[in-house]
C-alpha cells in the first residue's frame, strides 16, 4: 500500500499482511504495520504467536522469512518454519535438514503461493493497491473488512465447486 511523499513519488507507508490455511485457502488473520524492513516478519510472528490450540502447526512463506532470528521465534512457539531457504544470504540458511527433509516441507512450498491469489484479489477487486485512507487504525479495518469479504467470495466458489448430492 503506498502513498505519494512530497516529492510527489510514491513511498510505502503500511504492510497488509495474512495468515492463510492451505486447505482451503482461506484467511485466517490478517494484520497492517507501519512498513519497515521487518514488517512482515514481525507481524507474522503475532499472527502465529495468536493461533488457539496446541497443536503444532507450520508456516510458509518466502526468502525474506529465512532469518536466524524468524527461524528460532517460530520453533519457540511450537510452529515449524516451512519457509523457502535463502542459501544467497551470508551465512546460509536458517533452515536446516530437520525441516527440508521432510515431505510436508515441500508440500509447504507448493502451497504457500495460494496466498499470493488472496493479495491479487485484494488489490485488483477490493481496491486496496492503492488505499486511499490514512492512519494505521483506518488502513487495518479497511484491509480486515476486505479479507472478510475476500473469505466470503473464496466460501461460495468452495460451495459451488461441491457436487450436489
Keep these: 500500500m503506498a502513498r505519494k511523499g512530497a516529492g510527489k513519488e510514491a ?12 486447505r482451503n485457502g482461506l484467511i485466517v488473520d490478517a494484520e497492517v ?20 490450540g496446541t497443536n503444532q502447526v507450520t508456516a510458509g512463506g518466502d526468502k525474506g522469512f529465512d532469518t536466524a532470528g524468524f527461524v528460532a521465534e517460530c520453533r ?10 535463502n542459501q544467497g544470504r ?5 533452515i536446516d535438514a530437520r525441516t527440508t527433509r521432510h515431505e510436508g516441507y515441500r508440500i509447504s512450498q507448493i502451497k504457500r503461493k495460494r496466498i499470493e491469489e ?10 486496496l493497491r492503492k488505499v486511499r485512507h490514512r492512519g494505521i487504525f483506518k488502513v487495518d479495518w479497511i484491509f480486515t473488512f476486505a479479507c472478510a469479504a475476500y473469505n466470503l467470495v473464496r466460501m461460495r466458489n468452495l460451495t459451488a465447486a461441491v457436487p450436489a448430492v
Design 33 to 52: 504495520f507501519e512498513a519497515n524492513g521487518t514488517a512482515e516478519r514481525d507481524a507474522a510472528l503475532v499472527m502465529l504467536e495468536q493461533i488457539p
Design 76 to 85: 519457540h512457539l511450537h510452529v515449524t518454519p516451512h519457509v523457502a531457504q
Design 118 to 127: 488472496c493479495f491479487g484479489w485484494l488489490k485488483t477487486i477490493a481496491l
Design 11 to 22: 513511498k510505502l507507508s503500511y504492510s497488509g499482511n495474512l495468515l492463510v490455511e492451505n
Design 90 to 94: 551470508s551465512g546460509g540458511s536458517a
